[in-house]
């Protein structure tokens, strides 16, 4: 077979394979020159009667041949199924609403601390953080909580085996600021923080604080309440009552709780609040005299005031909602509301 025979086979074959209308004559034309029984396979069998300069030659002419038609063969393949994918797009309804992304957001704990940090800030505050996982010493003991004192029953915690422990309040960074800075000071701290609790409405064995404590000379226990209903007031709104009472904390002399009306029941009893009208938020008070000491600070001279809110809690007056482990749940159509 000379070349002109071989060109001509090659031209009647891409002829066919582009006159070609489905997939279906496609694979009729791709049997006719490339089956058992083509064109090309004829050819190809009688290569072994030629002599060796005719049977290389002709050899690479066919193969070429072969990988020209198979080629043409894909090519148009490619391109049917491009025109079928046309067609499935025509047949869209192009007025139909489109599917909304799902969007996330900040979580509305989240939310809290961060007005909470703003706050702060512009009340002349520094954000700092502290880890998670705390030894005894910070944890307990130079807050004025020792191994043998009846405050430990207090806070329950867990324990690992090796003799750390996830931290009980963001408080054990107290002493762990005043060891690196000189008074005056004002120091915020968000995180979380870990206790063996049994849960229930208003309580969580893994939740967030927010511990704030300013030292300096002359402070007061009347500088503690005005910072507290500031910032309150400013995270509720001034609608929102506040009670300012007595309490008892290990490392803070005098104490005091702040309590705000509850937000579901206007004072009433609920079980949200426990029947009593009112949501615990925070305890504060008085740096202990005994705590300035163990971080070298004198406490004949400066004198402080610490206190914790808890986010989740405000969380649920701000937002009125009744149960802590909603917060916690990870129950979408619950989040999604803010």
């Not at 971080?295 to 001279?301: L, S, V």
Request: include cysteine.
């Amino acid at each position: 077979m000379d070349l002109g025979k071989i060109q001509n086979l090659k031209s009647q074959a891409i002829s066919n394979i582009l006159e070609a209308k489905d997939e279906q004559e496609l694979e009729e034309v791709r049997i006719s020159y490339l089956g058992r029984k083509g064109e090309i396979t004829r050819l190809i069998k009688k290569l072994p009667s030629l002599d060796p300069e005719e049977k290389r030659e002709l050899g690479r002419l066919l193969n070429d041949l072969k990988k020209a038609i198979e080629d043409a063969i894909e090519n148009q393949r490619l391109g049917m199924g491009k025109k079928r994918g046309v067609v499935k797009k025509e047949w869209l309804d192009v007025t139909a609403p489109g599917k909304k992304p799902l969007v996330g957001h900040i979580h509305p704990v989240t939310q809290i601390i961060w007005e909470l940090s703003e706050v702060f800030e512009q009340m002349g505050y520094q954000i700092m953080e502290g880890p998670e996982i705390e030894n005894e010493h910070y944890n307990f003991e130079v807050l004025n909580i020792p191994k043998d004192h009846p405050a430990r029953d207090l806070q329950d915690t867990f324990w690992l085996t090796n003799g750390l422990l996830p931290r009980t309040h963001t408080s054990a960074m107290q002493v762990r600021v005043m060891e690196k800075l000189k008074p005056p000071f004002k120091v915020a701290v968000p995180g979380w923080v870990f206790r063996s609790e049994r849960e229930d409405a208003t309580h969580a064995a893994c939740f967030h604080h927010y511990e704030g404590f300013v030292v300096g000379q002359g402070i007061s226990f009347a500088d503690l309440k005005g910072t507290l209903y500031a910032f309150l007031q400013k995270i509720l709104g001034y609608q929102t009552k506040l009670q300012f009472r007595a309490s008892y904390f290990p490392y803070v002399e005098p104490c005091a709780e702040i309590s705000a009306s509850c937000p579901h029941c206007q004072g009433k009893g609920c079980p949200a609040c426990g029947g009593s009208g009112w949501l615990e938020i925070l305890g504060s008070g008085m740096i202990h005299p005994q705590v300035l000491k163990n971080a070298q600070i004198d406490p004949q001279k400066y004198s402080g005031f610490a206190f914790c809110p808890g986010p989740t809690r405000l969380a649920m007056i701000k937002y009125q909602v009744d149960k802590i482990r909603l917060f916690t749940g990870g129950d979408l159509r619950f989040l999604n509301q803010f």
